[in-house]
C-alpha cells in the first residue's frame, strides 16, 4: 500500500524550479532514500509532502490526504527531522519533548510518561532538565530525533540526518534510523546526500538532481538499468592452458573475455550467465579458485546519474 | 481552534523569554522606576525642599496647571502649592509615561517570538507541527500581550500603593488614582500592549535579526512622548473622554494591523524566509 503518492509535482519560486514534474510512490514500511546535491529539491519535497508549501502544479497525496489542503491532518502523522535540529535551546531537553507533545494533541496525561520514556530510549534521562544549548551535536540530533517520534508517527521524513555529526555520533543516528524500520514498521523517507548511508538504510532510493529524478528503484534496479550487462573477475589456482578465453567467447550470453596472468574478465549479459561460465570452465578441467561478479555500489550509481545529467 | 496548542505555545515562548536578559533587563526596570522610585521622588522632595525651589527648575506650576480643563483645575482648588506640585506630577504628567511599559513589554516579547525564532532556527520544527497558521499567530500574539498587561497592571497598582504612602504625609488623604486612570489602566494600557505586538508582527516581516525589531519597535515611544508633550504643553489633555477616544483609534488601528498580520501569517511564506 502506498503511504506516499506524487503526481508530476512541481514546485517553483520565481524562476527558479525547486521540484519539476517528480513522480514517485512510497510503499508503508519501507525506507525511501531521496538522494541529491544541495538544492536538488530534497528539503523542498518535504516541506510540499508536509502541506508547509503548496506545489505550483502537479498532485501528492499523503496518507491519501492532500498536503496543500489537509497539511494539519498529515502533519499529525508524520515525524519531521530538519536539516538543523531546530531546538529550543533555552529549554531543557524535557521541556522540548513536552511542547512538541502537546501540539501533538498527547494526552496530557500521558505526556510525561512518554517523554521519559522517549528520553530514555535516546539515552538522554540524565540530560533531561538540561539545557539544550549544553548539548553536543550527536545529543542535540537525538533530541530532534526524539522529538520528531514523540507522537510515534507512522510516517517519518528524516532530512540529512547526519549532517554534521562524527563518524561516531552519525553511527548511532544510522543504527537508530535502521531500527525503526525494521522493529517498529515506520515507514521513513531519507533526503540525503550521504550515499554510504543511504546505501545501507534504504529499500529504494530516488536519484534526483536540478528538482528532476533521475532513476528510481532499489539498488540492483537502478544498478541493471545503468548497466545491463555485468562483469564478473573469475582467478584461476593454476594459470590456464590453451585457449580458455577463446572456448569461452562463443558461449551463449557472453559479451567479452579478457585474460591476463591467473585471471579472467568476463562481460556478460546477465548475472543468470555466470553459473553456466563457471561450469564451461569446471568442464574444461580448470581449476577455479575465486568467481566476483563486479557489485555496483550507489556510489557508483549516483555518480553514473548525475555524470549523465551534466 | 485547539486552545490547548495556542496556550503551549504562547507557554513556550514565555519561558525563553524568561532566558532572554536582554527582554527582560526592561520589564524589571521600567516598573521599579516608574512605580517606585519616580513617586517617591515627586512625593517627598517637596516635603523636604521648599516647593519654590522646585519650581524655579520645573518652571511655574500655576501657569502648567491653567492648560487643564475647568473641571480638572477644580481639583487643584483649595490645594498648598506643595501639595499642587505632587497630584499634578504623580497623577497627570506621569500618566502618559506608563504606556511606554504594555507597548515595549509587547514588543520585547513579540520580537524575540517572531524574529528571534526564526534568528534561532527553531521556527522550520514549529512549522512542522499540526498547529494551524492561526493557532501558531494567537499563541505568539498571546505570549505577549497577556504579560504585557498583566505586568502593567502589577505596576499601576504598585504605584497607587506608592503614591498614596508617599504623598500621605502632605494630602492627610488617599486620593489616587483619579477618575482618569481607569480608563487609561483598563483600556488604553491593553491598546498599547495590542499596538506593540501588532506593529512587532508587521515590522518581523522585513527584519532578519532580535536587535532589528527591538530597535525598530522602540520607536513607539515617540506616540507615548507625544502624549506626554501634548500634556505638558495643553495641547491635548488626558481626562476621561480623551483617553477613551484615544484608546478606540489605537483600537482600531490594532484591528486593521492585526488583520494584515493574519492575512500574511503562512507557513509558506515563513519558510520561505528562513
Known sequence: ?310 | MNWRSIWAIARKDLNEVQQNKMAWGPAIALPLIFAILMPILFSTVPQFVPVENVQRELGDIEAMLKNLPPNMQAIFNGLELEQMFVLYMTAFLFAPLFLIMPLMFSSVVGADSFVGERERKTMEALLYSPATDMELFLGKVLAAVIPAIILSWLTYFVYIVVVNIASYGLLQRIWFPLPTWWPLMFWLTPAFAVLGISVTVMISARVKTFMEAYQLTGSLVVIVLGLVLGQISGVLFLGVGTVMLIGTVIWIVNAVLIHLSIRNFKRSSLIAKL
Open chain 1, 1 to 310: 500500500m502506498s503511504i506516499i503518492e506524487v503526481n508530476n509535482l512541481r514546485r517553483t519560486f520565481s524562476e527558479h524550479v525547486a521540484v519539476d514534474e517528480m513522480t514517485f510512490n512510497v510503499e508503508s514500511g519501507e525506507v525511501f532514500g531521496l538522494l541529491g546535491p544541495n538544492g536538488a529539491g530534497k528539503t523542498t519535497t518535504v516541506r510540499l509532502l508536509n502541506g508547509i508549501l503548496p506545489p505550483s502544479n502537479g498532485t501528492a497525496r499523503v496518507f491519501g490526504l492532500d498536503p496543500a489542503t489537509q497539511g494539519e491532518m498529515i502533519r499529525r502523522g508524520t515525524g519531521v527531522l530538519t536539516e538543523t535540529p531546530a531546538l529550543y535551546e533555552r529549554l531543557s531537553a524535557h521541556e522540548n519533548l513536552k511542547f512538541f507533545a502537546t501540539l501533538q494533541a498527547i494526552p496530557a496525561t500521558d505526556i510525561n510518561r512518554r517523554v521519559d520514556e522517549i528520553l530514555e530510549f535516546f539515552d538522554l534521562s540524565s540530560r533531561a532538565k538540561d539545557k539544550v544549548e549544553t548539548f553536543s551535536k550527536g545529543m542535540k540530533q537525538r533530541l530532534a530525533l526524539a522529538r520528531a517520534l514523540i507522537h510515534k508517527p507512522p510516517l517519518l521524513f528524516l532530512d540529512e540526518p547526519t549532517s554534521g555529526l562524527d563518524p561516531e555520533a552519525a553511527q548511532q543516528v544510522n543504527d537508530l534510523i535502521s531500527n525503526l524500520s525494521r522493529a517498529n514498521g515506520q515507514t521513513v523517507m531519507l533526503a540525503t546526500h550521504n550515499l554510504v548511508e543511504a546505501q545501507r538504510l534504504c529499500d529504494r532510493v530516488a536519484v534526483i538532481n536540478k528538482g528532476r529524478i533521475l532513476a528510481l528503484g532499489s539498488l540492483n534496479e537502478l544498478a541493471r538499468k545503468l548497466w545491463p550487462v555485468t562483469w564478473v573477475d573469475i582467478t584461476f589456482h593454476v594459470k590456464p592452458r590453451g585457449d580458455i578465453a577463446g572456448s569461452l567467447k562463443s558461449s551463449r550470453g557472453v559479451i567479452r573475455v579478457s585474460m591476463e596472468d591467473e585471471s579472467l574478465a568476463v562481460q556478460v549479459e546477465n548475472a543468470d550467465v555466470i553459473p553456466e561460465v563457471v561450469r564451461h570452465l569446471a568442464n574444461k578441467g580448470e581449476s577455479i579458485l575465486r568467481v566476483n561478479p563486479r557489485d555496483y555500489t550507489l556510489e557508483d550509481i549516483y555518480f553514473a546519474l548525475q555524470a549523465g545529467e551534466a
